[in-house]
């Protein structure tokens, strides 16, 4: 490797849905990127990881995404064609090929990488961190062929498990906080308990042939495995609910154990009968990935090795026999020699420590409102359940409610004296619980957060400023919330303010900061062109004052809460026009 570092204006480290969404963002101000990690390819949970069917929440066809993350859906649908769910499986509403996930995000790379403004290195491993002061001023990578050095004015740690937090001598926290500290309903009850990681899946790529296949010798520690596990197609969680799965018999909702992942549904588009299995059956819960990365990883495989003969020798039939011969590993679609996944399955990072993180408290339902509490400083929105899987230490799965949420900027960077100024977190690392971070670890909510990462990168070098800071000033979150909306990236929820609607840049700012009245607090719905009530127009004319008093300018003299005959999305003009 050549002596000289690489020099770029931000070094983006990893390589999945955080660290690219984040490197979107960046090369489209114009910035300079350096995008580097230790997979062999891009796309993380999509592709090295083999989760390409999309965890995502009811609405997002047609709301609570940002317009990056739906043209990356748009393409892959594209790519067969137009057909919505190519694989048909039940779990999203895009099940696709990790392949076609790969092809769809190079192309979105392929214009940065081709003008030199992006410049992406994979298979290499970040392995020290360079401190001056208050900043992260190097970062150092170990290959196959040596190591090299990346120097940015800033850094976005995008990795799959928050690598860069201990590299760079950053507070931060695995496993449950405990409910002693917050008094989460779903955490685990007592004190904080950092073994209790959740399980990592080493997931497998199988095809439905239409002869039997040999299933070979059993893997080691086979019985043992199954009987432990165990092997079977019932899912249980903390509740107590319990459901068994047919097979293939898709006759009872929602589906068959096949058609849970399934990625390729030759119903629909010809080829091969495929499906991804990330089932509880190749959940790893003996150890921690974090705690004994190469233990974990060890055991996890050897579990999903299991977990496959069962499948093709023992696991029940629909006709009541046992096995399914039929099946084999896919090397052509795991993109590995043996088709497994080349990655675990990551569903716990380490996360910034903060004194104030996002809780699930912070994400719950509320009655008779819409939304989950929305903060100042939103910067993107999310929403899935608070979806843990078996911990570390024998605790049951959890699957608790939450109400559409947005990001804190605040929870992006260290808090102060805790971390670099110049560190951002661009992935599953916000500063956020346990049961909050599971509701943010899934497709849209990593990208989201990776999106909002770039964008305070990209305001943080625009100001010359370090991202700590400005995320911690009222005018430095404003233009890192404006430039959000204006990359597309909504910061609140509304399911009829898309970010192509004429209102969606002044009247989502407002929202953000309380120009919601009780008509529309209490659904997703704005109504942007309908007649605004005294009410709404109040609402609306407060949240101009407060931003105006953040941004340090004046109010347009004509805004006012007396005038007649404009609609909620026409009052956007009643804000500080120097935004």
């Not at 004994?292 to 696991?315: C, D, I, K, S």
């Not at 101009?544 to 008093?549: E, F, K, L, S, V």
Request: aromatic share 6%; glycine share 10%; hydrophobic share 40%.
């Amino acid at each position: 490797m050549s002596a000289r570092p690489i020099q770029v204006d931000v070094v983006v480290v990893g390589l999945g849905l955080g660290a690219i969404a984040a490197t979107l963002v960046l090369a489209a101000r114009g910035v300079r990127v350096a995008m580097i990690g230790p997979e062999s390819r891009i796309g993380g949970q999509v592709t090295t990881q083999l989760t390409s069917p999309l965890d995502e929440h009811p609405l997002i066809e047609t709301a609570g995404c940002t317009a990056r993350y739906r043209a990356f859906r748009d393409a892959v649908r594209a790519e067969y064609g137009g057909v919505p769910n190519p694989g048909g499986g039940w779990v999203s509403r895009v099940c696709f090929e990790p392949s076609v996930g790969e092809r769809v995000l190079q192309r979105m790379l392929a214009p940065h990488v081709d003008s030199g403004s992006v410049t992406v290195i994979p298979s290499a491993r970040p392995i020290a961190v360079r401190i001056v002061g208050s900043r992260a001023e190097e970062v150092t990578f170990v290959t196959r062929d040596g190591e090299f050095a990346a120097i940015g004015a800033i850094v976005i740690d995008a990795t799959e498990t928050g690598e860069l937090l201990p590299l760079s001598d950053t507070a931060w926290v695995i496993g449950s906080e405990g409910r002693d500290a917050y008094g989460e309903p779903h955490a685990l009850p007592g004190a904080p308990d950092s073994r209790a990681e959740q399980s990592c899946t080493i997931v497998a790529a199988l095809v439905r042939e239409p002869s039997p296949q040999s299933a070979g010798v059993p893997p080691a520690r086979y019985g043992q495995l199954r009987d432990a596990q165990p092997y079977s197609f019932t899912l249980s969680n903390d509740e107590r609910t319990v459901q068994d799965f047919a097979m293939y018999d898709d006759a009872v909702a929602p589906g068959s154990f096949w058609s849970y992942r399934r990625v390729r549904d030759p119903r629909l588009i010809g080829g091969a009968d495929t499906a991804i299995i990330n089932w509880h059956g190749n959940d790893y819960v003996g150890s921690g990935l974090v705690a004994q990365p190469a233990e974990t990883e060890a055991g996890a495989r050897q579990l999903a090795a299991g977990f496959v003969h069962w499948l093709r020798t023992e696991a029940p039939r629909d006709d009541g026999g046992r096995g399914h011969p039929e099946l084999r590993l896919a090397p052509e679609v795991s993109g590995t020699a043996d088709g497994y996944a080349e990655s675990p399955y990551v569903r716990e990072s380490r996360r910034l420590r903060s004194t104030e993180p996002v809780t699930e408290h912070d994400l719950m339902p509320r009655a008779g409102i819409a939304r989950a509490l929305m903060a100042d400083d939103s910067v993107g929105t999310a929403w899935y359940h608070a979806d843990l899987h078996p911990r570390v230490g024998g605790h049951p799965s959890v699957y608790a409610p939450t109400a559409p949420f947005t990001i804190p900027l605040t929870a992006l960077v260290p808090q102060p004296g805790r971390g670099p100024k110049n560190l951002i977190a661009g992935a599953k690392n916000l500063a956020a619980t346990q049961v909050a971070a599971a509701a943010y670890r899934v497709h849209p909510g990593e990208w989201a957060v990776g999106e909002a990462a770039g964008v305070l990168a990209a305001e943080a070098l625009q100001g010359n400023t370090e991202p700590a800071d400005l995320a911690r000033d009222e005018r430095g979150t404003l233009a890192v919330q404006i430039g959000a909306l204006r990359a597309g990236a909504p910061i609140f929820w509304a399911t009829d303010l898309p970010h192509t609607h004429p209102a969606f840049l002044a009247g989502s700012l407002l929202a953000a900061h309380g120009g919601l009245d009780d008509a529309r607090r209490a659904t997703l719905s704005v109504m942007p062109d309908a007649q605004a009530t005294p009410e709404a127009r109040r609402a609306l004319l407060a949240a101009a004052q407060t931003i105006a008093a953040r941004w340090g300018v004046a109010l347009d003299p004509d805004a006012t809460e007396s005038e007649t005959g404009i609609t909620w999305g026409s009052s956007r003009a009643r804000w500080p026009t120097r935004c």
